[in-house]
């Protein structure tokens, strides 16, 4: 007992050389902050603010310099081998490679032991992204048919999982965690199709160099991963490899990202009972050299081996997931709003040929396509026996996850910059992202508090064992 006290005691005393003042201000500064973070939705709420302040910004007496800043060019290398581009690039194609991985180590993990490792689990959520997907496209081509503003028919595809799920936890207890679920790996799925429409109809024509070259990236992560090199970042030259591959053979180098993800291995080395046992050795060779009186480095041996038993209790594609999510969610999302979403309102003219199609396109593909794909699809797989309904979950539901699956956001805004190519329409378009996604999580809350439930059946909420997952993307 006196043990545990003093370990306690240990953990609740300043690190050495604080200055206690200074300690006490970081520390009630930092723990609103935390609180905060621990919220779900706190990353959808910061992608929101991010994109206001971009707004703001665009919009403001000091617009100018939110578009320098924009063009301001980074130059990365050393002597010939250098490599300029300016912010915006660095942004859109460098940072967002990250989110893709995440991506990437999501569907991985999905398809080992998540909601698309059995057919007859992914079945419905297959369905449900399939109809969200085809039906806003369709609803922009009947505006867009035929123009120059055709190519842009991918923007109203995508749903932003991060917004999704904080739109989700505002309805609170009238969610069941079968519902939560199918939003989750619907997401994913919907991330792959537009993974797929990005790889197959927003990258220029494909040169074979590059390709070779991406191949040989792959290969070096491969044979890295036979020689059983576990650590990540031995893994970023190559995967460097790749995403310059990709830029070369003008494919979108983001896909380099879900490459590398799709990857990365799904089993632990030691796992529990590994981690367990090489700990307990290492413990007892530390707890052995410490008596010895050995010097000090005597004792980084074991600690190292406890490190690397730590390391791979659980599977990299885990550990990954975990590490970078705080990153993307709040870091690298709320950089990527704040470098696209700044749309200067007064260089928009809506009366121009093909604004009101565009915008109509957008907005009516979101908040109209996004919940009758969703939900008629979802019915017609129920109805010819292909998937069923997860228990505690009906048409309401179902309602409630299409309505909040018309929140496009990040990954419309990211197609939008690939399918426009006239600054005019790329403004509207992303105005109109903007207006589709606001009304579609105003719509998903109304629906969610006049057609669900105020409270649960009793056991409803075990129906289902919901695995807390990272990636509120």
């Not at 706190?42 to 617009?63: D, E, H, Q, T, Y």
């Not at 939003?183 to 990005?198: E, K, M, Q, R, S």
């Not at 995967?239 to 990202?257: C, E, K, Q, R, Y």
């Amino acid at each position: 007992m006196a043990s545990k006290s003093a370990g306690s005691l240990k953990m609740a005393e300043p690190p050495p050389e604080t200055w206690a003042p200074a300690r006490t201000a970081a520390l009630a500064l930092y723990r609103p902050i935390e609180r905060f973070l621990s919220v779900q939705a706190a990353s959808g709420i910061l992608l929101m603010l991010a994109a206001l302040v971009a707004m703001l910004w665009a919009n403001s007496p000091w617009k100018d310099s939110y578009h320098a800043i924009l063009h301001t060019k980074i130059l990365l290398g050393v002597g010939e081998l250098s490599f300029k581009q300016d912010v915006h690039f660095w942004v859109n194609d460098g940072l967002m490679v990250i989110f893709f991985f995440v991506v990437g180590l999501e569907i991985r993990r999905e398809i080992h032991e998540g909601e698309l490792s059995e057919l007859k689990r992914a079945a419905l959520p297959v369905a449900a992204a399939f109809g969200g997907m085809i039906v806003p496209a369709c609803i922009y081509l009947l505006f867009n048919h035929g123009t120059a503003a055709q190519h842009g028919w991918g923007v109203p595809m995508a749903t932003d999982i991060a917004f999704a799920v904080g739109i989700l936890t505002l309805l609170g207890p009238r969610v069941p965690a079968a519902l939560r679920v199918l939003l989750l790996a619907l997401a994913i799925i919907d991330d792959i199709g537009a993974i797929l429409v990005i790889a197959v109809f927003y990258s220029s024509g494909v040169k074979v160099a590059g390709l070779l070259l991406a191949a040989a990236g792959v290969g070096l992560v491969s044979v890295l991963q036979r020689i059983g090199v576990r650590r990540p970042l031995v893994y970023v030259l190559p995967g460097a490899v790749v995403w310059g591959g990709m830029l070369g053979a003008g494919v979108h180098p983001t896909i380099a990202g879900v490459i590398l993800g799709l990857l990365t291995p799904v089993r632990p080395w030691f796992g529990e009972r590994g981690f367990i046992t090489e700990a307990a050795d290492a413990l007892a060779e530390f707890t052995h050299k410490s008596k010895q009186h050995d010097e000090t480095h005597a004792l980084l041996a074991p600690l190292e081996r406890l490190e690397t038993a730590r390391r791979e209790a659980v599977a990299p594609v885990v550990r990954l997931e975990v590490a970078l999510h705080p990153w993307v969610a709040y870091g690298i999302m709320p950089i990527f709003a704040l470098a696209n979403a700044g749309v200067t309102l007064d260089a928009i003219d809506l009366n121009a040929p093909g604004a009101t199609s565009i915008g109509l396109g957008v907005a009516l593909g979101l908040l109209l396509g996004k919940p009758i794909g969703i939900v008629l699809v979802s019915l017609l797989a129920v109805r010819i026996g292909v998937s069923a309904l997860p228990r505690g979950v009906d048409w309401r539901g179902l309602l409630v996850v299409g309505c909040v699956g018309g929140v496009g956001f990040t990954m419309a805004l990211f197609i939008a910059e690939l399918g426009f190519s006239d600054p005019s329409s790329l403004g509207v378009g992303k105005v109109f992202v903007l207006v589709g996604s606001v009304l579609a999580a105003i719509v998903g809350v109304i629906v969610g508090l006049v057609v669900l439930p105020k409270t649960l059946p009793t056991g409803a909420a075990a129906d289902v064992h919901v695995a807390e997952r990272s990636t509120d993307l």
